[in-house]
């Protein structure tokens, strides 16, 4: 967080969470696991979902639109739970709230160098965010001699939402998506290219969706690079850049107790319940239907 | 078409096509085959696609958006190339709109009841215009023995947009949407169930993406059945409808000329031009954008 206005933010004040849809519950979830007193209002823009595939004016309009209504409801800071929506409307954000906001980009960036340890870092995130070029960016700006390679994997997202999240097909779509890492290994092996800085040393879950198939991604990019690598997730990321912030400005939560989380969509989709909760890792509440 | 006022139609005026997104170009070239000579102006709601996943309440509110833009260009009719507004907003159009008004559902239900001879109809559809009921309605009131079974196969958007329509991922997507067929011709057999009507005569593209997938549809649907089954196209059966429809009012475009196409968009997606004219099956001219 760059930015901010304590003024605002009251210890006790809720964290605003939001996403495109209910993705960004995965970035929920590990903000309750590191900072379990923090009260949340999450908001989905449901009816607007997803975001991954418009243009970047549109997603910067959307996203001004849910951190209004979060600001609003009182929170002390804004979280960016989305991955495209951090990519191209973060500074559009700041110029338009008093409130300090957080995305999920710049913390997986970070985590991703120092997992990559000079070698490339690959990511996979919706069309958007790639086409977006943040995480290259952010990562030029960590590191000069670490590459970045964008894989756009928008089929997991919709593999996520059905459910689809073991079984044959999240894997093939998982191994078909990772081919360029392969005839990137191919090609360094017929040149001889031992350098590396040429050689994938991460890849980073860049949607809020791919946490679901983080095994399949560990499996199938070891099995595509002849070797293990670390996956990095930006939400877990996240999570821990927020804890940071909060600490330094003093505004965590005090005491012990659980948090409250309410949710707020935009829209009740078919299999809400099911799909909340499987990003979530917990049963749903209850939910609220906002109108932007 | 159940209404309509031809004031509003002369005919040389345009027909008003649209959809939640670009698949409903599937439609657009189905019309261009069958009524070469008139002039079309396509409104694809490309901010707000899908709507395959939203509730009705909200699907109603959009279509209605969507329809009065077109009715401002001076169309003589619209064409809802959408099977998720046809299932739960035509009613509403038709309160709303005075110009005739013709969906997908009906004529696709009309070529099912007759494929299918007496046998189920599969309807492969989004997860709301399967969970509308729309389809097993209209198949009730054309033949009060023909059964409906609905399998909502939201991946096949997806896969669509991402233009993958070849290899082994959408085989094995395709071959997993069908599994209730096995199971249904297991269950059939172990019951020693011979009646016709409980076997599957015909299987219906319920959504306008789903004819990029047709010959693994035939081919998936005949090994689930152990028999070859006709697969009709709903965006065919809504050209014939509209064919009948223009000549039974005399609204038909005079002359052989080609008609003319305009495409309008809300938002310019990521890859349009590729998705678009692997939809339209042909190059895609300019675009306009408009807001809704």
Redesign the interface.
Known sequence: MTRGNTEHGARTAPLGVFDSGLGGLTVVRALRARLPAESIVYLGD???VPYG???AA?VRRYAVGCAKLLARRGVKAIVVACNTVSAVALETLRAELDLPVSGVILPGARAAVAAARGRKVCVLAT??TV?SGAYTRAVAALSSRTEVMGIPT??L???A??G?TE???PR??VR?YLEPLVRDRVADEARGDAAASARVGCVVLGCTHFPLFRTFIEEEAARALGEPVPVVDSATAAAEDVADFLAARELAAPGTAQGKLELCVT?????FERVARSFLGEAVGTVEQVDL
Do not use: I, M, Y
Request: proline fraction near 7%.
């Open positions: 449901t009816a607007r595939s418009r243009s549109t069309v958007g086409a928008p089929l997202v919709g593999l939402e059905e689809w079984g044959e097909v093939l779509v078909r829209d009740v989709p078919v299999a």
